[in-house]
Structures are given as structure tokens and as C-alpha cells.
């Protein structure tokens, strides 16, 4: 079985679709799971909610997601992020708004769970650090856990005496499953912050026991063009360019 993870979408139609071309292009993929924060800065919350809706085989709920519907408080988001939230809002029909309303903090699908910040914190934690996994390891069962939030392709592989090691993720270095306990970030599609602008999503083939990242170039310049169109704030439609 091959299994697609996707996070971040944030709202971003052209990376979204250039994503999933990608996948046909690398072979079947018999599931897609999706990690959070659908909505959020972009220009097509609609858009790629309808196309989640009919993609996707497992998806929790991000901040951006909760925040967008008003189940958590934009209080503690930047001003740029809260004003394009709060535009979001406006745009979601009942329709989206029930499906994000439904989605769950914490998913498990075989021997992995799949959160958006973390397991222990799915909707607000940060997962950056090797200190801040290994507190993580008790939060979920499985062998392997999946999150976003941070935006940026990360593997933290945890040994039997629960020390952690962190490492970029990269598409020419795909993690075994053999490594361990593993706690595993694909980076984001609609909004990268590694520094590289082009959308980034993760496989994993059963069969081979591994997870490969794959990073996929979109038309940054047709999202941005549409945001500035719609009075989105000029900072999120800039940093779209450089993966920041």
C-alpha cells in the first residue's frame, strides 16, 4: 500500500493541484491522509476544501481550520494570520464549515497517528526540537506519528532508551520505518518555510518500509495575484516566493 501525507494546504488551489498531479505521476497511491490547517492565508479556502472532501481517505483539524469556524480564538495568531482568517471565514459555506467542525484532533491508521501540532498538544504545539518529541513519545501508541504546523519537512527518530535525534527531511534521503519510533513532519503544501518555496508532501510505501518527501514547483505567482486581488495581506503573499 502507497499512502500520501499532505499538511498546510492553507487555502493554496495551485499548489494543492500541483501536488496531487505529482502523486499520479509517481505511481498509485491508494490513500491520502491529511494533516491540518486546510484553510488559512490563501486565496481558495473553498476550493481546496471541496477538492479535500473528495481526495482524501483520513484528515484532523489544524488551527487555522478550528480558528476559521470559530471553535478556538485568533487571539494568539499574528495580525496578518488573524486577518486572513477572518476573511476565510467569511467565505466557507455551511457545507465546509460542518466537515471542519467534524474533523478530529487525533486520527490512528495502522501503525501511525496523525496529528497537526502534536500528539500531545495537536492543535497548538510546535514540534522543532528532539526535547520537545521525546516529551511526545508518550502522548500515542502507535509506532509512528505524522504532524505539520511547523511548515517545515522535519524526522525525529527515537531509539529503544527513548532518545531522540532530529534531521531535516529530504527528498533524496526517504526515512525507514526500521529506524525506530518516529515522529514525522512532510513540511507544508500551500505555505513551505525552509526556505524552499516549492510545496512539499510525503509517500509511504508499505511495502518498502519507507517514506519518501517529495518537493513539487506550483505558479507561486497565480496564488499571489489572487490574494493581492482579494486584499489578503501583502506579507503572506510575499513570502509564498522564498519558502519563509
Not at 492565508?41 to 471541496?50: A, S, W
Not at 507561486?220 to 489572487?226: D, F, G, L, N, V
Given at each position: 500500500?502507497?499512502?500520501?501525507?499532505?499538511?498546510?494546504?492553507?487555502?493554496?488551489?495551485?499548489?494543492?493541484?500541483?501536488?496531487?498531479?505529482?502523486?499520479?505521476?509517481?505511481?498509485?497511491?491508494?490513500?491520502?491522509?491529511?494533516?491540518?490547517?486546510?484553510?488559512?492565508?490563501?486565496?481558495?479556502?473553498?476550493?481546496?476544501?471541496?477538492?479535500?472532501?473528495?481526495?482524501?481517505?483520513?484528515?484532523?483539524?489544524?488551527?487555522?481550520?478550528?480558528?476559521?469556524?470559530?471553535?478556538?480564538?485568533?487571539?494568539?495568531?499574528?495580525?496578518?494570520?488573524?486577518?486572513?482568517?477572518?476573511?476565510?471565514?467569511?467565505?466557507?459555506?455551511?457545507?465546509?464549515?460542518?466537515?471542519?467542525?467534524?474533523?478530529?484532533?487525533?486520527?490512528?491508521?495502522?501503525?501511525?497517528?496523525?496529528?497537526?501540532?502534536s500528539p500531545r498538544?495537536?492543535?497548538?504545539?510546535?514540534?522543532?526540537?528532539?526535547?520537545a518529541a521525546l516529551?511526545?513519545?508518550?502522548?500515542?501508541?502507535?509506532?509512528?506519528?505524522?504532524?505539520?504546523?511547523?511548515?517545515?519537512?522535519?524526522?525525529?527518530?527515537?531509539?529503544?532508551?527513548?532518545?531522540?535525534?532530529?534531521?531535516?527531511?529530504?527528498?533524496?534521503?526517504?526515512?525507514?520505518?526500521?529506524?525506530?519510533?518516529?515522529?514525522?513532519?512532510?513540511?507544508?503544501?500551500?505555505?513551505?518555510?525552509?526556505?524552499?518555496?516549492?510545496?512539499?508532501?510525503?509517500?509511504?510505501?508499505?511495502?518498502?518500509?519507507?517514506?519518501?518527501?517529495?518537493?513539487?514547483?506550483?505558479?507561486?505567482?497565480?496564488?499571489?495575484?489572487?490574494?493581492?486581488?482579494?486584499?489578503?495581506?501583502?506579507?503572506?503573499?510575499?513570502?509564498?516566493?522564498?519558502?519563509?
Amino acid at each position: 500500500m502507497r499512502y500520501a501525507v499532505i499538511a498546510d494546504i492553507h487555502s493554496n488551489l495551485e499548489a494543492l493541484t500541483a501536488v496531487l498531479d505529482d502523486m499520479a505521476n509517481q505511481g498509485r497511491v491508494d490513500e491520502i491522509w491529511c494533516l491540518g490547517d486546510i484553510v488559512g492565508y490563501g486565496p481558495d479556502p473553498g476550493e481546496c476544501l471541496t477538492i479535500l472532501r473528495q481526495t482524501t481517505n483520513i484528515c484532523v483539524a489544524g488551527n487555522h481550520d478550528w480558528a476559521a469556524v470559530g471553535k478556538i480564538s485568533t487571539s494568539d495568531f499574528n495580525p496578518d494570520a488573524a486577518a486572513a482568517n477572518q476573511w476565510t471565514a467569511q467565505q466557507l459555506s455551511n457545507e465546509d464549515i460542518e466537515y471542519i467542525r467534524d474533523l478530529p484532533l487525533i486520527s490512528e491508521a495502522g501503525d501511525f497517528t496523525l496529528a497537526h501540532g502534536s500528539p500531545r498538544e495537536p492543535i497548538r504545539e510546535y514540534l522543532l526540537s528532539s526535547g520537545a518529541a521525546l516529551q511526545n513519545l508518550t502522548y500515542f501508541r502507535t509506532q509512528f506519528c505524522l504532524v505539520g504546523h511547523s511548515h517545515q519537512p522535519i524526522v525525529f527518530s527515537c531509539d529503544e532508551t527513548e532518545d531522540c535525534s532530529a534531521r531535516y527531511f529530504l527528498p533524496d534521503n526517504p526515512v525507514a520505518t526500521s529506524e525506530g519510533r518516529l515522529i514525522i513532519n512532510p513540511g507544508s503544501v500551500g505555505q513551505p518555510r525552509d526556505g524552499n518555496p516549492d510545496a512539499a508532501y510525503a509517500i509511504y510505501d508499505s511495502e518498502q518500509q519507507l517514506v519518501r518527501l517529495y518537493r513539487v514547483p506550483y505558479d507561486i505567482r497565480s496564488t499571489q495575484e489572487k490574494m493581492q486581488a482579494h486584499g489578503l495581506p501583502v506579507r503572506l503573499s510575499a513570502r509564498l516566493s522564498y519558502g519563509v
